[in-house]
Nanobody
Framework: QVQLVESGGGLVQAGGSLRLSCAAS????????MGWFRQAPGKEREFVAA????????YYADSVKGRFAISRDNAKNTVYLQMNSLKVEDTAVYYC???????????????WGQGTQVTVSS
């Protein structure tokens, strides 16, 4: 069992930045891959970014490539999502998830956090 708690969401103007954090507990953090997903009102949950167990492999959705960066600190049991050049369309609830591999689909993750709201105003 893995427990995940996201933080760092909030309201920001377009063009601004936010850094999301996801603190994990319950299992050795370095034994699982991590992902970030988001869900806007009325839309399906979509992939944002993923990172391998050791942090050496990352994946990004095309919509965030070049603006977002995923990283992890295995000593702190935390994964981060640095979000720069935010756009109104980035507004969503952001979720972190853990799984065996760095997948790009929701089915690749077994455990999920409760989500944190990110709102980007124009």
């Amino acid at each position: 069992q893995v427990q995940l708690v996201e933080s760092g969401g909030g309201l920001v103007q377009a063009g601004g930045s936010l850094r999301l954090s996801c603190a994990a507990s319950g299992r050795t953090f370095s034994t699982y891959a991590m992902g970030w997903f988001r869900q806007a009102p009325g839309k399906e949950r979509e992939f944002v970014a993923a990172i391998s167990r050791g942090g050496g492999i990352t994946y990004y959705a095309d919509s965030v490539k070049g603006r977002f960066a995923i990283s992890r600190d295995n000593a702190k049991n935390t994964v981060y999502l640095q979000m720069n050049s935010l756009k109104v369309e980035d507004t969503a609830v952001y979720y972190c998830a853990s799984g065996n591999v760095a997948a790009t689909t929701t089915s690749g993750y077994a455990f999920w956090g409760q989500g944190t709201q990110v709102t980007v105003s124009s």
